[in-house]
Structures are given as C-alpha cells and as structure tokens.
C-alpha cells in the first residue's frame, strides 16, 4: 500500500485487506477516483447492457465524490473505500485518515492529552500504534436523516500524535465508519471492526 505523505516530511503505510482502495485527497484524487469506476466498469460490462454500464458508472461517480467531499471536509488525507464484495456483498464502510494541526498549550504534552481523552471520554481505551501510546475510541451512532444518516453506524477513531524533532507536529486520526449489515450491535459489524482493528495493527510511520 503506498504511504500518503503528510506535514513535516513524515508519513504512514498500511496494509489493507483485498478489494479495498486508496483515494488520496491532496492531489491524484480524480485519477484514483476514475481508475476505481473503470475497473468497477469492466467487471459488471459483461453482465449489463451498455447503457446500464454507463448508467452504473456515473452513480459510482457521484457517491465516490460524496464521499470525498465529506473526507476532505474532515482535513483527510487520504480516504480507504471498499470496491469489490466481501462474501457477494458490497459493504458500506470507509477509512478516512486525517490530519489535525491543534496546538498545544505550553507545558502540556501529547501523553497528558491522551490521559484527558481517556478519562474524559466513554468508550476510549489505550492503545499502541507503532510503539506510541494513542487512543481507540468505539461508538454507535443514531440515524439523523437531517445530517444524511438515514441509519445507525458504527464509528471507531484511532488517535495518535505525529513524532516530530521538536514542537507540537499535530495528530493523525485514523477513523472508520460503517452500516454493517443495517445492525451497529450485530455480529457482522463487529466482524468489520475487528477488520479494522486488524489493520490498524500494520500501521506503520515512515520518516524521509
């Protein structure tokens, strides 16, 4: 999996399981965003009349720049979507990995912050990411049709502050989301997370 390059020369790599796809959000997005459409294209072309492949095409468009619209709002870096079923099924889920430039106050560290986030927040625990404390926070979500949730997700973010030589280098956030099978309690969305918590495992930083 290619690293995304972030602030301050540093970067990151993760290994993802088959089927899933990278789409950079600072620059190449439009490129990663065409390559997914045209081999989604050419998988179903055999089974559909052309005009339902163009059809199919341009659906997949708009929701793949939906969702790297919301990505990008989020400061991602990069957005992980999955593109070719698991088990038959297509699954509603992403990975979107942002930076988050927050300055800290003078004479508090990142491990004080990371106590904070753990005592004031429910559903948080610590976790190691390559060798660094960060923090795992897990929740459900309620459907709000207003802000376009039309169903309950599940939501887990891993929290992690960038290494850096000196000064405050910002926090990356690692954040997954998911409808699993319509249930954010039953058995096939925790599979997903488990996925997750998985990957979350081949985090690598990578300095240049």
């Given at each position: 999996?290619?690293?995304a390059d972030i602030k301050n020369a540093f970067g990151y790599t993760l290994v993802l399981p088959p089927g899933w796809a990278r789409i950079?959000?600072?620059?190449?997005?439009?490129e990663a965003v065409k390559t997914i459409v045209d081999e989604a294209a050419e998988r179903v072309s055999a089974d559909l009349p052309k005009d339902k492949v163009a059809d199919a095409r341009m659906e997949l468009y708009r929701r793949l720049n939906a969702s790297v619209k919301e990505a990008q709002r989020r400061d991602g870096v990069d957005l992980y979507l999955p593109v070719e079923p698991m088990h038959g099924y297509l699954i509603a889920a992403s990975i979107v990995v942002a930076k988050v430039d927050t300055a800290l106050r003078e004479g508090v560290g990142g491990q004080d912050v990371l106590t904070q986030l753990l005592a004031d927040?429910?559903?948080s625990e610590p976790v190691e990411m390559d060798g660094a404390t960060a923090?795992?926070?897990e929740r459900?979500?309620?459907a709000d049709p207003k802000k376009d949730a039309e169903a309950p997700s599940k939501h887990v973010d891993y929290l992690v502050q960038v290494p850096s030589?000196?000064?405050?280098?910002?926090?990356l956030v690692v954040s997954f989301s998911t409808l699993g099978d319509g249930n954010p309690e039953g058995d096939f969305?925790?599979?997903l997370v488990e996925l997750f918590d998985a990957v979350m495992t081949t985090f690598r930083w990578r300095t240049e």
């Open positions: 999996m290619p690293p950079p959000l600072r620059e190449g997005t439009q927040s429910a559903g923090v795992r926070k459900t979500m309620p030589s000196g000064g405050d280098s910002g926090w969305t925790e599979i």
